[in-house]
């Protein structure tokens, strides 16, 4: 806006030179003689000061090639700062406004000659950030496999997006290759394909603990508390009863609470019985129950809450105490010479256990009074039907109302760990964390235990999803093949039962010890011996199906993994049309069928080390690790064009990129193989789309952390600890991601950019608030810790300017400096560019306390008495003491560390005055807010387009300015402008601009 305003000035007050021959005859006869007399003595190709080089353009092309200096020498005279004022000569005012007309006019002329020009956008590697986006999107899981890249460069927007910033080294090259050799390594091989995992799993050990932590925390996630199920129905009854028309069915209902709908049903037929009276038998501890839930309250008062809470929880207490007097006890089974703890005889007991968990195996008799066990009130109505009957038919109703009792109360609903169970249960008690164990002694071995789960509580899809885990959990991990060598081990050793001579040929390091005939073998001759030697008949049974269960295992397993061969490089190949991000050809199909099979033929690779290498081919191969953007394909008599429009493929990579930092999801390439994704309608509907997804933090990350400056904030070193011992890393870290949340905040709920420069609220941790004297009780923290905090003004926050990351960064460690902070304000925030100091400017002390008698602000005054130093000092220093109420690490403050009170009252470039951030607020709004803006759709598009901007860009840029001040200044809104724009949507594939 503030290039727009100033060519329009321009334009109604200096004759603009428009038309190439024009502006090569001005160049030649007026501003080269201009620059040869005022610039070039410091300006040259020897002596570059403030980064320019004035002397090596010699005609119009040139100074277009280069036109980003041009502007700060237009800047440099329209401001009357250059040359500055200890130069020998000046040019007139009328001589400074002809060149910067005809700068101005170079401006215009090339901009609206390329306007929507796409420029040339390189192809280029993956940045850092966005490999490990990708690789988090391919995978499912946030490897990090960039985080020993060395650090990407930027371009001259400050953005490591672009190809003029993003080459490819040998050295980085091996670090690739490691990277994806590090991805193979998460690979897991499923029967039904490919699948990652969030650690490596290439030994057993990890290849356990992924399979087995994927039970757990589906294990984890049923919610199986009674108590929770008995006080939802108490609800539903609720709502079923006051005849609301919007009542939901039972099943949605236990739905939304996060409850089994299937147990919610048994339940409510269990506890509200349709039946006639003389049908329902009125002993038992369902009638129990069932009085129980009668007595909840009818919720018609405040209490009623409360109090049904109290009541589900003596129902849960009931059905908890009796049921655990109900539990059969399981008798170790023993034969002689084989030992207790051996496998048959140790699975044995633990079918016995499954088959018990649901069944009333008798002995109610023997329990004693039920009532005083269940804590019942003596002649309570639920303490009479919980007296058992003397009477024998009676006795047998009571009994058979026990049976569905047990049948719908488990013992348990699932076993998640278990000790060694052939050993005293009291003295196991202890062992925990053998998660999915069979309970064996010094034998590796698992054993499924959720029969109630699976029968009561799960869906369908869930009992599918389980069956899945446990049955790749075997695949996976091999896991019975390797439990029966422990096996062979175990009763060769501690049990001794296989160490006469006719067992010497079974060995567990034979890698053919599952086989079919020696399984057969061994199962023959260890039956035989438990025969000869007086095995039980109970023992032999059980001996016998221990070798038949584990033959069948084994044979499945093996079928699975010769029949999933094909099927996983099936996978392999949609790994790879997914992580090239569009459809692969018919040559890239076959040429990674054919790497897979010269590995296994040439170099005799086993299928899973060909298939992890295959993964690693494709994660090496310049379809993935660059982003190449490639135009529609042309038809066969097409005319050569310049300028072509991308490939929906293409632009859906484009704008994935530009808003997640990662590759396109499944939607989007959808909208690309359908051809329909360059439609403006439904360009901006996926803006709205991805904007409202998780994966939108990407690009806030990336786009501010570069912009404003403050990426590597998290390794910042620069504060002396013992001065500031409140700076801890997890300080450091909350001031890190507050700019992160504020910009998220806007992204989330499509809200002003001006924000940055005004809101009234921010966002932080505890760690944060009490940096900022913020009250605790002022936070009303989410799930993760952190609160937006509304009237922040009065801490002196709110917005980007006075967050302590960036006062932190910009401050040499035990002082404060202005000039830091104002050039960070100039440069980054108002897009104004400000040239390098010269090597020899002399150091202020660094530590305020050093200073004397002097401020920081005198000595300041002093360092600008150079004339060839005030000049930029005039632009920033007044942008960095309006800060000085806040010191070092952004705490507010009085006083410096001198003892004198600090000074934040300055006087702006417009010979306003003001004080402190409101002051320097009041400015911005008044005369510069639309530098600002400005400066938001320059550094957006150049992020957008992943290149430096052009003069072509110029007419965009004026455009989105415009339209914003028009629509609130919505940041989506400017988001929508760029990806419908031509800059956007085209691709230059020829670099002749002429």
Known sequence: ?????????????????????????????????????????????????????????????????????????????????????????????????????????????????????????????????????????????????????????????GFDNSGESLAMSPSLLKKYLEAARHVSEHLVLTPTGIDFAPHPVITETDRDKYCVNRIIDFYRRQRLQYVDFFYALWQYQLQHTAGDPETRSLHEFASSQGLSPRYMETLWEILNVDAAPDQVADVGPLAALRIMWQRLPSGNTPDDVAQAKRQCQRMENFVATLRERLVPEVENLTTPEVHKGSQPLVLWKN???????????????????????????????????????????????????????????????????????????????????????????????????????????????????????????????????????????????????????????????????????????????????????????????????YFEDMSRTFRRLERLKRESESVQLDAVVGFAERAYRRPLTDTQRQSIRSFYQHLRESDGLEHEDAIRDSVVAVLMSPNFCYRLDLPQQRVADAAHQDVEPLDDFALASRLSYFLWASMPDQQLRDLAASGRLHQREVLVSQVVRMLGDRRAQGFVNEFVGSWLGFRQFQQHNGVDRNRFPQFTDELRQSMYEEPIRLFNEIVRTDGSILDLLYADYTFVDRALAEHYQIPADQLDEQHDGWAKVDGVDRYGRGGLMPMAVFLTKNSPGLRTSPVQRGNWLVKYVLGEHIPAPPAAVPELPSDESQLGELTLREALQRHRADPSCAACHDKIDSFGLVFEQYGPIGERRETDFGGREVDSHVRFPDESEGTGIAGLRDYIRRSRQSDFVENVCRKLLAYALGRSLELSDETAIDQMTASLASDGYRLQHAIERIVTSPAFLNKRVKADFN
């Open 1 to 157: 806006m503030r290039l727009l305003f100033f060519v329009t000035l321009l334009v109604c007050s200096v004759p603009l030179v428009s038309g190439a021959d024009d502006l090569e005859g001005t160049f030649d006869d007026t501003v080269r003689p201009f620059l040869k007399t005022y610039c070039v003595s410091c300006h040259n190709a020897d002596d570059t000061e403030g980064d320019l080089d004035l002397d090596s353009d010699r005609d119009v092309t040139s100074v277009v090639t280069h036109f980003r200096k041009w502007m700060v020498v237009m800047d440099r005279l329209q401001a009357g700062d250059m040359p500055p004022e200890d130069a020998e000569a000046h040019p007139t005012p009328e001589a400074r406004k002809r060149v910067v007309g005809w700068i101005a006019g170079v401006r215009q002329n090339e901009a609206k000659r390329r306007a929507g020009d796409p420029g040339i956008v390189l192809a280029r590697r993956l940045s850092n950030a966005e490999y490990n986006y990708t690789i988090r999107d391919l995978t499912g899981f946030d490897l990090q496999p960039a985080k020993a890249f060395p650090i990407d460069p930027a371009n001259q927007e």
């Open 351 to 545: 079918r016995q256990f499954v088959t018990n968990r649901r069944r009333y195996a008798g002995g109610i008799s023997d329990v004693g009074d039920l009532g005083a066990l269940l804590e019942l009130k003596p002649g309570s109505a639920e303490a009479s039907a919980m007296d058992v009957p003397e009477d024998e038919n009676r006795l047998q109703v009571f009994e058979q109302t026990l049976e569905t009792f047990c049948s719908v109360f488990p013992d348990t609903f699932l076993v998640s760990e278990r000790a060694r169970v052939y050993l005293d249960p009291k003295e196991e008690k202890g062992r925990t964390g053998r998660f999915l164990s069979a309970g064996f002694h010094s034998q590796m071995g698992y054993f499924r235990d959720d029969g109630p789960l699976y029968e009561l509580i799960l869906s369908d899809e869930e009992r599918n999803e389980l069956d899945r885990l446990w049955l790749e959990l075997d695949f996976v991990t091999s896991a019975p093949m390797r439990q029966y060598a422990g096996f062979i081990w175990f009763d060769r050793t501690d049990s001794r039962f296989m160490r006469d001579s006719q067992f010497d040929r079974f060995r567990a390091e034979d890698k053919d010890c599952t086989s079919e005939a020696k399984v057969r073998a061994l199962a023959e001759a260890y039956l035989a011996k438990a025969e000869r030697v007086g095995g039980n008949p109970k023992a032999l049974e059980a001996i016998s199906f």
